[in-house]
Nanobody, 117 residues
Framework: QVQVVESGGGLVQPGGSLRLSCVVSGSRFSIYTVTWHRQAPGKQRELVAGISSTDRTNYGDSAKGRFTISRDNARNTVYLQMNTLNPEDTAVYYC???????????WGQGTQVTVSS
């Protein structure tokens, strides 16, 4: 049974930073492409950043230059370092893990990020 668990969300002031973590358990982590998405109230879910099993990264326009995605295969974890946060970054952040062998997606429950003074 594959489980995806996000953590690290919270309340931060504008200009601040947060680091989100996504732990994928129950399977061989190295075969997963992992992506972060976010959904703000009344808006569609959007891609924030992704990292492949070979460490190739991609970012959504809102994340470029401010967020960094990385992975630690020894810890089955993907990190999303978010800097220079602004109120528009307020959303629930979701982690998706895609098994690249069989093409199945697994989603976490999400972690709330609120940027407010």
């Amino acid at each position: 049974q594959v489980q995806v668990v996000e953590s690290g969300g919270g309340l931060v002031q504008p200009g601040g930073s947060l680091r989100l973590s996504c732990v994928v358990s129950g399977s061989r982590f190295s075969i997963y492409t992992v992506t972060w998405h976010r959904q703000a109230p009344g808006k569609q879910r959007e891609l924030v950043a992704g990292i492949s099993s070979t460490d190739r990264t991609n970012y959504g326009d809102s994340a470029k230059g401010r967020f960094t995605i990385s992975r630690d295969n020894a810890r089955n974890t993907v990190y999303l370092q978010m800097n220079t946060l602004n109120p528009e970054d307020t959303a629930v952040y979701y982690c998706n893990a895609r098994n690249t062998i069989i093409g199945i997606d697994y989603w976490g429950q999400g972690t709330q990020v609120t940027v407010s003074s």
